[in-house]
């Protein structure tokens, strides 16, 4: 099974190199990495041609932003399977596609899932939150659930039934794009018990106070958009993250 992983990037050369020893090490032989940079000026591109898997498929170019260069890695992708993976993140461990694969194998599930760590950005090795994500319930939309976008790999098909992500977000462009895949699109997706990503802290949801009420403005947008529900289940995705924050790993 072919995985594309896709990576938008744009001056990332400071944590691009953990990222990519995280893809080196996988176990997982069938794989495909999908670069999309920004016009990078910071030597993102130097790295990346360095550093990067055989066969890296690398185009660089201005974009209006993260969800357009997204949507232009997926475009450009040729895997079964379809997957995220940001400069700043790593996957967790070397059997992380392994699971992917083999979670895989069942037709009748559409995409996967797992768990979540939070880092501190100058001490990858210190986590900050851990993010369990659970089995999917009925109702749990409503109660403001996701799955942690950083770990969720698609089949192909699904992008291609739903959609790509809505470049009218700035912030909240996976939100809208799982709501949609979840209720729109029906993917059944099946939850891996893992760790799969490891996530530096300081993301552009988080990095300042004006950022994240701009993020609870469009989460709201979309949780009204795809009819999941409404201010109760803002409150409901923003309280859920505050027991992470003392989880046991």
Do not use: C
């Amino acid at each position: 099974m072919k995985i594309s992983v896709v990576t938008a990037v744009r001056n990332g050369a400071a944590t691009l190199p953990a990222m990519l020893d995280s893809l080196h090490l996988q176990s997982h032989a069938n794989l495909e990495h999908v670069v999309q940079d920004g016009a990078s000026s910071d030597g993102t591109m130097d790295l990346l041609r360095r550093q990067g898997l055989a066969g890296m498929a690398l185009v660089s170019a201005a974009d209006g932003g993260i969800y357009e260069a997204i949507n232009a890695g997926i475009r450009r992708a040729t895997g079964e399977v379809i997957g995220l993976l940001h400069a700043d993140d790593v996957l967790a461990d070397a059997d992380v596609l392994a699971r992917v694969e083999a979670a895989l194998q069942d037709p009748m599930i559409d995409g996967v899932y797992g768990d979540l760590q939070y880092v501190a950005r100058d001490d990858p090795s210190r986590v900050i939150r851990h993010w369990r994500a659970g089995a999917f319930a009925p109702g749990a939309l409503a109660r403001g659930w996701m799955p942690p976008h950083p770990t969720l790999y698609l089949r192909r098909d699904v992008f291609e039934r739903a959609g790509l992500y809505d470049t009218s977000y700035r912030i909240s462009g996976d939100y809208d794009g799982m709501l949609r895949f979840l209720t729109f699109a029906q993917v059944r997706l099946a939850y891996i018990p893992h760790v799969m990503v490891q996530m530096r802290m300081g993301g552009a949801s988080n990095r300042s106070f004006a950022q994240m009420i701009r993020k609870s403005r469009e989460d709201y947008r979309a949780i009204r958009r795809h009819g999941v529900g409404g201010v109760g289940t803002l409150m409901g995705k923003n309280l859920s993250k505050l027991p992470q924050y003392w989880a046991q790993v």
